[in-house]
């Protein structure tokens, strides 16, 4: 299995640029999660999904959008990058049985200029 | 609201033990887990605790006292290896995670 994965593992944008974070997963989990995480601060949900075409905003949910079309795939859009959307961004999956552990991805650096 | 407070660093030596606190307010409780965060990695699972007392898992164990809002990491026979980040969540009434800023732990020989 190869858990996590998450594309690409960095970039750097332009301000008003657009992108697109990758994030799928093969262990068959219904919940997904895209977290960013800022220096020094701890991680903030930025939206959740609770299964295929299902999806709600978590804490920090403006400038984003996500789709959820497969329950393998997670993508993250950005919209008119912001110098304020650098950061880390993980992904993360569980199977949503409440006291089980997030499997996270291995990251997407953001730089936005 | 809703906030995780732990230790912005700590620092031991080699071989020694060394225990990271947490205390948590959140709007309703659905255990609190720990997470190991090596620099410029992703975070991975350590422990769950929902009931109060102690769980061991090898070198490290954890506390919780719900009543208290308080949980506790303790890393035992410290290794050099163990020079990371350690997290601490707090899960919500709705089962999200509501994390702290992490404590970053160095390891001194």
């Known amino acids: 299995n190869a858990g996590v994965t998450q594309t690409p593992k960095f970039r750097i944008l332009k301000i008003g640029q657009s992108m697109t974070l990758q994030c799928a997963q093969d262990?068959?989990?219904?919940?997904m999660y895209w977290y960013r995480q800022d220096p020094g601060m701890g991680l903030k949900l930025i939206y959740y999904s609770v299964g295929a075409g299902i999806t709600d905003k978590g804490e920090v949910p403006n400038g984003y959008n996500v789709s959820r079309s497969t329950t393998e795939d997670f993508p993250l859009r950005l919209e008119l990058a912001a110098p304020s959307q650098t950061s880390v961004y993980f992904c993360a999956s569980d199977s949503g049985e409440g006291g089980n552990e997030q499997f996270f991805g291995p990251g997407t650096r953001l730089t936005v200029l | 609201g809703q906030n995780i407070d732990q230790p912005t660093e700590m620092t031991a030596t080699e071989g020694a033990i060394v225990q990271i606190n947490c205390t948590y307010q959140?709007?309703?409780?659905?255990?609190l887990f720990w997470y190991q965060q090596h620099a410029g990695e992703a975070p991975t699972f350590l422990s769950y605790?929902?009931l109060d007392g102690l769980e061991e898992k090898g070198r490290f164990s954890s506390f919780l006292s719900r009543s208290k809002g308080y949980s506790y990491l303790l890393l035992k026979e410290l290794q050099m290896k163990d020079s990371a980040s350690y997290l601490c969540?707090?899960?919500?009434?709705?089962?999200?995670?509501?994390w702290g800023a992490g404590t970053k732990l160095i390891i001194k020989p």
């Open positions: 959140t709007s309703g409780f659905n255990g």
């Open positions: 262990m068959n989990h219904n919940y």
């Open positions: 605790n929902v």
């Open positions: 969540a707090a899960m919500d009434s709705n089962y999200q995670l509501i």
